[in-house]
């Protein structure tokens, strides 16, 4: 969970120079930015729902084992 609180975190944080690394306009960075919120939001219903079929527990080291496996392949 913490990963995903420091991605969130990074991302604005380094907003700027995405947006001169892609050549990003403001109204296009703002488009980029709600688009990972409107995702994050997306994900809390089903998130909420496999926490309560499954246990908080299990669900955080699936959630781990599929981040960290995103993140080596797409490094």
């Known amino acids: 969970m ?3 609180a420091v991605h969130r975190a990074a991302f604005s944080v ?3 120079p995405i947006q001169l690394e892609l050549g990003l306009s403001l109204p296009q960075m703002g488009t980029l930015q709600s688009a990972l919120l ?3 939001l997306v994900g809390q219903v089903p998130a909420g729902v496999l926490a309560d ?4 527990a299990a669900l955080a080291t699936v ?5 960290s496996s995103t993140c080596l392949l797409f490094r």
């Open 38 to 40: 409107a995702g994050y």
């Open 53 to 56: 079929r499954f246990g908080g």
């Open 2 to 4: 913490a990963m995903a």
């Open 63 to 67: 959630g781990l084992f599929l981040w």
């Open 14 to 16: 380094l907003s700027v």
